[in-house]
């Protein structure tokens, strides 16, 4: 392709309407070169400093303008072994380290509660049909404990649990089932301005205080973040493309 010759003029279509631009000189004085070797790296004021712009006499040196910085104390713990406040623990005993009777009467209570106010929502027909007997922290532990063999031993169908693994000697799979369909940690309505979380606040508090006083963390300390399955609909959960995971709940 032949190249257009310099004398030729451009189309006006392909002009520019807009007027020539005009470089304006700068009316800020031009600031002295400066010999980084010449300037003390190990002098705090000197490294961080910000050179004023050069005086009219060339003989003066630049003037440095200091910079102060804030003291910084920090108290490092070092080489300090993380340790358990406890030991020798069952596994009940671990369980009811975190899962203490405060934890499970208050989930006793709650998913009574939230039992009564649907079922007094329901229908007269359906109310008979739904015969509720309430609850006890015992029969909470048992139902948790089902969740916590439903993760150990994972099946496709939950009522093979009971036909495969007998789990009928410790909870029916109906009562299961009306437990499970009722269980509540907070069955008050959401006030004004509460979080998202407010139904598990409570019961996430306490376990955390349990955490913190079962464990003394170790002075090496590193904090991940963690994608939480959620197959549900909520506003709260969190888009990653990179993780296996992709739009669950971030911890």
Same mark, same amino acid.
Not at 1 to 5: E, F, N, S, T, W
Not at 181 to 203: E, G, M
């Given at each position: /392709?032949?190249?257009?010759?310099r004398?030729?003029?451009? @189309? #006006?279509?392909?002009?520019?309407?807009?007027?020539?631009?005009? &470089?304006?000189?700068?009316?800020?004085?031009?600031?002295?070169?400066? +010999?980084?070797?010449?300037?003390?790296?190990?002098?705090?004021?000197?490294? =961080?400093?910000?050179?004023?712009?050069?005086?009219?006499?060339?003989?003066?040196? @630049?003037?440095?303008?200091?910079?102060?910085?804030?003291?910084? &104390?920090?108290?490092?713990? =070092?080489?300090?072994?993380?340790?358990?406040?406890?030991?020798?623990?069952?596994? #009940?005993?671990?369980?009811?380290?975190?899962?203490?009777?405060?934890?499970?009467?208050?989930?006793?209570? &709650?998913?009574n509660s939230?039992?009564?106010?649907?079922? !007094?929502?329901?229908?007269?027909?359906?109310?008979? +049909?739904?015969?509720?007997?309430?609850?006890?922290?015992?029969?909470?532990?048992?139902?948790?404990?089902?969740?916590?063999?439903? *993760?150990?031993?994972?099946?496709a169908?939950?009522?093979?649990?009971?036909?495969? !693994?007998?789990? *009928?000697?410790? /909870?029916?799979?109906?009562?299961?089932?009306?437990?499970h369909?009722?269980?509540?940690?907070?069955?008050?309505?959401?006030?004004?301005?509460?979080?998202?979380?407010?139904?598990?606040?409570?019961?996430a508090?306490?376990?955390?205080?349990?955490?913190?006083?079962?464990?003394?963390?170790?002075? !090496?300390?590193?904090?991940?973040?963690? /994608?939480?399955?959620? &197959?549900?609909?909520?506003?709260?959960?969190?888009? #990653?493309?990179?993780? @296996?995971?992709? +739009?669950?709940?971030?911890?």
């Open positions: /392709m032949l190249r257009p010759q004398n030729i003029q451009i @189309p #006006l279509r392909y002009r520019s309407n807009s007027p020539p631009r005009f &470089e304006q000189a700068s009316k800020q004085p031009k600031r002295r070169r400066i +010999d980084p070797a010449a300037i003390d790296r190990n002098n705090v004021d000197q490294a =961080l400093a910000v050179i004023a712009p050069a005086p009219e006499s060339i003989d003066e040196l @630049p003037t440095f303008i200091p910079t102060e910085l804030p003291q910084f &104390e920090a108290n490092y713990v =070092l080489y300090r072994a993380g340790s358990s406040q406890y030991s020798n623990l069952s596994e #009940l005993g671990f369980f009811e380290l975190f899962f203490s009777p405060i934890v499970v009467q208050i989930l006793s209570d &709650e998913t939230y039992a009564e106010i649907h079922r !007094h929502n329901l229908p007269h027909p359906l109310r008979k +049909d739904c015969r509720w007997i309430p609850t006890t922290p015992a029969e909470i532990r048992v139902y948790l404990g089902i969740h916590l063999h439903f *993760g150990l031993y994972q099946l169908i939950r009522r093979d649990y009971w036909r495969i !693994h007998k789990l *009928g000697q410790f /909870m029916g799979r109906n009562r299961f089932e009306q437990i369909h009722y269980f509540s940690a907070n069955s008050a309505p959401a006030q004004l301005n509460a979080p998202w979380f407010y139904r598990i606040q409570r019961i508090d306490l376990i955390r205080t349990a955490c913190q006083n079962a464990y003394i963390p170790s002075s !090496h300390i590193t904090i991940d973040e963690a /994608m939480v399955a959620f &197959e549900g609909r909520s506003n709260h959960t969190v888009k #990653l493309k990179n993780k @296996p995971i992709t +739009d669950d709940y971030k911890l």
